[in-house]
């Protein structure tokens, strides 16, 4: 057994989850945000037997898009507001970030 943690696009997500869901994958999703661009994200927890790991990493890169977002970043962030650098600048975001982690034990109770 084996743990995908997925960091997707929320633009993304509906059809991930909708594939995903076609092919009888679980997941759970949890909003989530980057440390960088300060935005919202979505980061995906999928249990998977081993030997269907590569298929899911498969549907993600086939749902998942690469983007480019044009961002101010955050030079300082305050209990209040949040200070930006006033220079724009435009990063690739996505596909997805994946990390595949190891499942000592498994257990619906
Ligand atoms: P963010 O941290 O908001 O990063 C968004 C995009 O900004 C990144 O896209 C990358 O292209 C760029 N970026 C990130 N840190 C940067 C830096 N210090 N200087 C210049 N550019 C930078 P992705 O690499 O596709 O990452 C998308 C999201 O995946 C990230 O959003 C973060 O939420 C997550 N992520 C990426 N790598 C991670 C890691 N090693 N551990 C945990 N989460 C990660």
Redesign the pocket.
């Given at each position: 057994m084996k743990m995908i943690v997925a960091?997707v696009?929320d633009e993304d997500l509906d059809k991930l989850i909708e594939t995903l869901t076609e092919e009888s994958i679980s997941s759970t999703s949890l909003p989530?945000?980057?440390?960088?661009?300060?935005?919202g994200?979505t980061?995906l927890l999928i249990g998977i037997d081993e030997d269907r790991v590569d298929e899911v990493i498969a549907l993600i890169k086939q749902e998942c898009k690469?983007r480019t977002?044009i961002?101010a970043t955050p030079i300082t962030t305050g209990w209040i507001s949040t200070v930006y650098n006033p220079q724009v600048?435009e990063?690739?975001?996505?596909?997805?970030?994946i990390?595949v982690l190891d499942v000592e034990q498994f257990k619906k109770i």
């Open positions: 960091i696009q989530s945000s980057g440390g960088f661009l300060r935005e994200n980061t690469s977002k961002t600048i990063v690739p975001v996505g596909g997805a970030t990390f």
